[in-house]
């Protein structure tokens, strides 16, 4: 997968203005904590997670949407008329229909003849949704388009640290499976691509590759339908499987987009990952051979944001510290599924 004419012409970001601390959740869990006799800080010890963010109670994901999206727009300097495909990448929506980027393309403004739909992949939805734009771009279809979702990770905290209370058949062994629901955060992120030819930045993305390892696809999985009956969703994750197969499914797809692009690790200069927590970053950089220096961690102050996670990350990156010509980005991204989509751009 190469791109010629593709560039990245802005990434935004909105955080939540509530701040969760890991001690907190710990609080509210005491009871169970002191039953099972487990330690307090066990939870930023596992994840390395300080603390993430959540939106206001019942907050949609598309209302935050549309202030990403025209906070990206306007970086990008493009006029709203010249966006083609407008796809809305998060893990939460609205609703089932219709699809939440339409109510997202009416609140930004653009022309009616963008197209306009979800995608949904777990961790991945804006990787991807990034690619259909990025494809259309190529193709000559459209001349640019904007990619943006919004995770919200308060319902299914709550609700995971609601079920733990009530649950009295709980134990050390089966608490394990909920650990990972207790790090997801809130946030928001936007990405604008357009043609080389209308660029003016120059950040070019080149392109990539993709695997899946769908026999893990049962790792992590969870919904409203498997939640407590009130609404709210819950997850069960297999950390430690999941860690394991996530490497080395993430090893197998660096090794395929080096080929690619014909890179090699030490020609990177900044790697933007999918934020999990501390453990897996430290294993994924060992495994890829990448310097954990030039990595830009997020995930201990922001939980994990699912689908934001990575373009997030990359949007702070590069307000932190704008890219310089020459540089070369490593975008390594990874959802349960398993599926795996990583991509480089180059800044003249």
């Known amino acids: 997968m190469r791109y010629h004419n593709v560039c990245i012409e802005a990434a935004a970001h909105l955080l939540p203005s509530h701040v969760i601390t890991s001690d907190q959740i710990e609080e509210r869990l005491a009871p169970v904590y002191q039953r099972l006799g487990l330690p307090a800080g066990r939870l930023e010890l596992m994840t390395g997670i300080r603390e ?3 939106w206001d109670p019942g907050v949609l994901p598309g209302t935050v949407s549309v202030q990403t999206a025209r906070l990206a727009l306007q970086q990008s300097g493009l006029s709203a008329d010249l966006i083609g495909a407008l796809v809305h990448g998060s893990v939460c929506r609205d609703r089932m229909e219709p699809a939440t980027a339409a109510g997202v393309h009416h609140g930004a403004g653009l022309p009616a003849d963008c197209l306009v739909l979800d995608v949904s992949n777990a961790c991945l939805g804006l990787l991807n949704g990034l690619l259909l734009i990025a494809d259309q771009i190529e193709l000559g279809r459209i001349r640019a388009g904007i990619v943006v979702g919004t995770e919200t990770g308060r319902d299914l905290v709550e609700g995971t640290i609601d079920s733990l209370l009530q649950d009295t058949a709980l134990t050390r062994q089966s608490i394990k499976s909920a650990f990972a629901s207790l790090t997801i ?3 928001s992120a936007a990405i604008v691509l357009c043609d080389r030819r209308l660029s003016r930045t120059g950040h070019r993305l080149l392109g990539g590759a993709w695997l899946s390892d769908s026999a893990a696809h049962q790792l992590c999985a969870g919904g409203v339908e498997a939640g407590g009956g009130d609404g709210r969703p819950r997850m069960e994750t297999d950390s430690e499987a999941l860690l394991h197969a996530g490497i080395a499914l993430a090893q197998q797809t660096w090794q395929k987009t080096q080929h690619v692009l014909g890179w090699q690790a030490a020609d990177v200069t900044r790697v933007f990952t999918h934020q999990v927590g501390r453990q897996h970053r430290t294993a994924l950089m060992q495994r890829l051979n990448l310097d954990p220096a030039l990595d830009f961690p997020t995930v201990e102050f ?3 944001t699912g689908a934001a996670a990575l373009p997030m990350a990359l949007s702070l990156g590069m307000q932190a510290e704008p890219p310089r010509s020459g540089e070369r980005f490593a975008l390594l991204g ?4 398993l ?6 751009t180059a800044h003249s």
């Open 52 to 54: 993430r963010r959540w």
């Open 185 to 187: 955060g809130s946030g």
């Open 302 to 304: 922001l939980g994990n």
């Open 334 to 337: 990874i959802g349960s599924g």
């Open 339 to 344: 599926n795996s989509v990583m991509l480089g």
